[in-house]
């Protein structure tokens, strides 16, 4: 009588096939994890460009930047805005702030910037969703990602010009 063997594949076999495939999973997962934050960056910067003609036009109508407004629209640009609000945020849980400050370091100057803020108010850092970026690796709970419209722009006016942010536009 002949011994008919059954055919299959031996634990080796199967391990290493599921070896690959944990591999390639790995690999298409970072893929989209870096598509999805260049897709946030190149949002943040389209929505920047718009509420910088927002703004412009503001100053044309009234004669000056809107007033500060803590993580809010500022008053009165609803009307110049496309979508008659302030969105939030391309990262998630991120916000826009609008920022008219006095320049601690020049007086008598002004900086206009607009900011994507990270963290909530009086939060902790460890409630911060920063971006999966190298440019923000070293943020802080006062960091930002910030277009500066005119002034010594930073990430917080209440930290120095050198504290972790990222200027989508200062290299342009």
């Not at 320049?103 to 994507?116: A, E, F, L, R």
Request: charged fraction near 20%; glycine fraction near 8%.
């Amino acid at each position: 009588m002949k011994k008919s063997r059954l055919k299959g594949f031996t634990l080796i076999e199967i391990l290493i096939v599921l070896s690959i495939i944990g591999i390639l999973g790995s690999v298409v997962i970072g893929s989209v994890n870096t598509a999805q934050e260049k897709t946030y960056y190149a949002k943040s910067k389209l929505q920047f460009k718009s509420f910088v003609e927002s703004l412009q036009l503001f100053v044309i109508d009234k004669g000056g930047y809107p007033s500060d407004a803590n993580r809010n629209i500022p008053a009165g640009l609803e009307e110049y805005l496309t979508s008659d609000s302030w969105p939030s945020g391309p990262w998630p849980e991120s916000i826009y702030d609008w920022e008219n400050w006095n320049d601690p370091n020049n007086p008598g100057k002004k900086i206009y910037q607009i900011s994507v803020r990270f963290c909530p108010v009086g939060g902790s850092l460890g409630q911060c969703r920063f971006p999966k970026q190298d440019w923000a690796q070293n943020f802080g709970i006062n960091s930002a990602v910030y277009y500066c419209i005119e002034g010594a722009c930073r990430s917080h006016i209440n930290e120095n010009i050198n504290y972790p942010g990222h200027c989508v536009n200062c290299q342009d």
